[in-house]
């Protein structure tokens, strides 16, 4: 059981260029969303899922696509990225099962150059 | 939206003493209310969360504190360790165990030996 895991953990990317932030849970979560840090700020909300087939945009969404195909999957696209999505990125899953708690992945570090 | 507002951002207290983090959110149909400790290049860690049917709840040297009138929330850590020492957030969610969270600023706590 390894819980939230995201990769990759730290990625350099150039203005412009487009990539996905992949990101796994093995508890069969039903909810599963994605949340950037930014230096001295709380995490902020990007997107997030209650389900596979049906995702839904957060506080800070432009810039970013999600899709859930399956229900232990949820990636992030950035597609075409911006220095100011310099960030580290946490994806997070819950259920309704249990006492409820919001599990978070490790983190991903991205630059944007 | 929600809207959740954290103080102070900084606090300093003596091993010995307690700290008090004190947030407020402005959704009334708020009634999640998670508190996390983050350290240095570490993911947010749950450590206690309260749910808007109590008013208190206690965890060994942790305790929440909700005011759902008021429209506030406290964390209260008594004899504060130096591992405390750490970054601690807020969040307020409307739909429990749904991942999604409005986060306050962080309040960096320093617990001095």
């Known amino acids: 059981n390894a819980g939230v895991t995201q990769t990759p953990k730290f990625q350099v990317l150039k203005t412009g260029q487009s990539m996905t932030l992949q990101c796994a849970q093995d508890?069969?979560?039903?909810?599963m969303s994605w949340y950037r840090q930014d230096p001295g700020m709380g995490l902020r909300l990007i997107h997030y899922?209650?389900?596979?087939?049906?995702?839904d945009q957060g506080e800070v969404p432009n810039g970013y696509n999600v899709s859930r195909s399956t229900t232990e999957d949820f990636p992030l696209r950035l597609l075409s990225a911006a220095p100011s999505q310099t960030s580290v990125y946490f994806c997070?899953?819950?259920?309704?099962?249990?006492?409820?708690?919001?599990?978070f992945g490790e983190g991903s570090w991205l630059t944007v150059v | 939206g929600e809207n959740v507002e954290q103080h102070p951002s900084t606090l300093s207290v003596q091993e010995g003493d307690s700290a008090v983090i004190k947030c407020t959110y402005s959704?009334?149909?708020?009634?999640?209310f998670p508190w996390y400790k983050q350290e240095l290049g570490k993911r947010p860690q749950l450590i206690i969360d309260?749910?808007?049917?109590?008013g208190e709840k206690k965890d060994q040297r942790i305790a929440v504190t909700l005011n759902k009138t008021a429209k506030h929330f406290s964390l209260h850590i008594t004899e504060t360790q130096p591992e405390d020492s750490a970054v601690y957030f807020c969040?307020?969610?409307?739909?429990?165990?749904?991942?999604?969270?409005?986060f306050g600023q962080g309040t960096t706590l320093q617990v001095k030996p």
């Open positions: 969040a307020a969610s409307w739909s429990s165990n749904t991942g999604k969270l409005i």
């Open positions: 508890m069969n979560h039903e909810y």
């Open positions: 899922s209650v389900g596979a087939g049906i995702t």
């Open positions: 309260i749910r808007s049917n109590v």
């Open positions: 959704d009334s149909a708020s009634n999640y």
């Open positions: 997070a899953s819950s259920t309704d099962r249990g006492p409820g708690a919001i599990y």
